[in-house]
């Protein structure tokens, strides 16, 4: 299993530009996740997704916009950047609910965006 | 908004020492989860204790929760190098939200 994956893993891009971040994964979960991490802020919650076809937002969602193409995929877009969104975005997904209960969550490797 | 605020902001030790990190969280949870960062790379998530758990153990990890306090301890006992990584708390607080809250994270760093 590759478990969760990212691509790409560092991108550079002009401000205004639109880019997609991929993730998938292959642990047949259906709880997605999208994050950031910029330093001394620890890991912000951008979208997530409960299930197929399902997205809501986290704490930072501005800027991002998410799709559940299928329960494997989960992709953030960025439609047009801005240097405050140069950071290290993370992927995560985890198992259903158990009693109510968020379980672990598995992260890909990140991928490093650069916004000039 | 941080749920975790883990204490200290960083750790440096030797090897063989103890390592012992804190977790301080704010509304009640159904679970606090532990996870390790090693430069560069993604979270892996090391250990879970429910609410209703005081004490777990996973090989050198030991965690412990002290609900009425809304504190957590992450101890690594016998401490390596290749334990140096940032450790991050989170928190599941429940209801209809299913999202885990994370601190800020410690960064221990075990000098050979």
């Known amino acids: 299993n590759a478990g969760v994956t990212q691509t790409p893993k560092f991108q550079v891009l002009k401000t205004g530009q639109s880019m997609t971040l991929q993730c998938a994964q292959d642990m047949n979960h259906n709880s997605m996740y999208w994050y950031r991490q910029d330093p001394g802020m620890g890991l912000r919650l951008i979208y997530y997704?409960?299930?197929?076809?399902?997205?809501d937002k986290g704490e930072v969602p501005n800027g991002y916009n998410v799709s559940r193409l299928n329960k494997r995929e989960f992709s953030l877009r960025l439609e047009s950047a801005a240097p405050s969104q140069t950071s290290v975005y993370f992927c995560a997904s985890s198992e259903d609910r158990s009693g109510g209960s968020q379980e672990t969550q598995y992260f890909g490797p990140g991928t490093r965006l650069l916004v000039l | 908004s941080q749920q975790g605020e883990e204490d200290p902001q960083a750790l440096s030790i030797q090897e063989g020492e103890n390592a012992t990190m804190n977790c301080s969280y704010k509304t009640s949870i159904n679970n606090l989860q532990w996870y390790r960062q090693n430069s560069g790379r993604g979270l892996v998530h090391l250990i879970l204790?429910?609410?209703?758990?005081r004490e777990k153990h996973s090989g050198r990890l030991r965690v412990t929760l002290d609900t009425s306090k809304k504190s957590s301890s992450l101890l690594i006992t016998a401490s390596r190098a290749a334990d140096t990584a940032s450790y991050f708390c989170a928190t599941d607080q429940g209801g209809a939200t299913n999202k885990l809250i994370f601190g800020t994270g410690t960064l221990l760093a075990v000098q050979p």
């Open positions: 997704s409960a299930s197929e076809g399902t997205t």
């Open positions: 204790i429910r609410s209703n758990e």
